[in-house]
C-alpha cells in the first residue's frame, strides 16, 4: 500500500507560478511511474505530466513548456513547478503512481489539492 499527499494548491493570479509536491509513504524506488493528472470542474481528468521508467518525462501538451515535472528520491517526493499560469489551468491536481505487486499493477491516487488560477 502507498499513501501519497499532495501539498502546494492555492490561489494564483495568471502569470503566477506555483509549486506542487506529492509526497509518497515509501520509496520512490519501489514505485514503476508516478504522475500528475487534475480534473477541473465539468471536463474529464487529464494527465498533465508523468515520470515512467526509462526514465521517460511526459507533458500534456497545454502545459509543454510551463510545467516541469521532478523526483526527489531523498524525501521520497515528486514535485510539479509550474509556470505562467493560465485561468485554464485551474483544476484539482492529483498525485498519481503504481507499482508491481504480485504481477500485477496496483495503483494509487493522492485526495488532490486546488489551483485556482484568477485575478
Known amino acids: 500500500q502507498v499513501h501519497l499527499v499532495e501539498s502546494g494548491g492555492g490561489l494564483v493570479r495568471p502569470g503566477g507560478s506555483l509549486t506542487l509536491s506529492c509526497s509518497a509513504s515509501?520509496?520512490?524506488?519501489?514505485?514503476?511511474?508516478m504522475a500528475w493528472y487534475r480534473q477541473a470542474p465539468g471536463h474529464q481528468r487529464e494527465l498533465v505530466a508523468s515520470?515512467?521508467?526509462?526514465?521517460?518525462?511526459s507533458y500534456a501538451d497545454s502545459v509543454q513548456g510551463r510545467f516541469t515535472i521532478s523526483r526527489d528520491n531523498i524525501n521520497n517526493t515528486v514535485q510539479l513547478q509550474m509556470n505562467s499560469l493560465k485561468p485554464e489551468d485551474t483544476a484539482v491536481y492529483l498525485c498519481?503512481?503504481?507499482?508491481?505487486?504480485?504481477?500485477?499493477?496496483?495503483?494509487?491516487w493522492g485526495q488532490g489539492t486546488q489551483v485556482t488560477v484568477s485575478s
Open positions: 515520470l515512467a521508467p526509462g526514465p521517460t518525462i
Open positions: 515509501k520509496s520512490l524506488s519501489f514505485l514503476r511511474s
Open positions: 498519481f503512481a503504481d507499482e508491481f505487486y504480485s504481477a500485477s499493477l496496483r495503483e494509487y
